[in-house]
């Protein structure tokens, strides 16, 4: 029987150590995973064969640009970090990261007047632990 479905309003992002929490808008995960390498070697014969691939998970994240606390003042390129991703109150996702991209802010529109904004991409150094919590 379904619980219901789970709302991102609760989403958020801790970064470990320097300890951080922006306010954010949304991270996203890119499983880049490669299932198989497939080849063909003197050894198979003119056949081909598979091996098991590589895991590699990417991601972004977007949140509210604070002068008074600006991200780059707690992340930089090429910085490795441990994040938690939290997809509702009590239960995230554990992922050693590191910092690729960083821009603070991305745009301003005067015209409209809405919130200066920063966004990240990362890759992992490390294996994520998924689905942690109570």
Do not use: C
């Amino acid at each position: 029987m379904a619980t219901g479905a789970v709302s991102g309003q609760y989403g958020r992002l801790v970064i470990a150590s320097p300890s951080y929490t922006p306010e954010l808008i949304k991270w996203a995960f890119d499983d880049d995973s490669v299932v198989e390498h497939v080849f063909a070697s003197t050894e198979t014969d003119g056949g081909k064969t598979r091996v098991a691939g590589t895991k590699d998970l990417t991601g972004t994240a977007e949140g509210i640009f604070d002068p008074a606390n600006p991200i780059h003042n707690s992340l930089t390129k090429g910085q490795h970090v441990t994040a938690w991703f939290y997809y509702d109150t009590n239960n995230y996702h554990i992922v050693p990261i590191q910092i690729n991209s960083l821009v603070a802010p991305t745009e301003m529109d005067r015209d409209e007047g809405a919130e200066l904004r920063w966004t990240i991409s990362w890759g992992q150094t490390a294996n994520p632990t998924y689905n942690q919590g109570p």
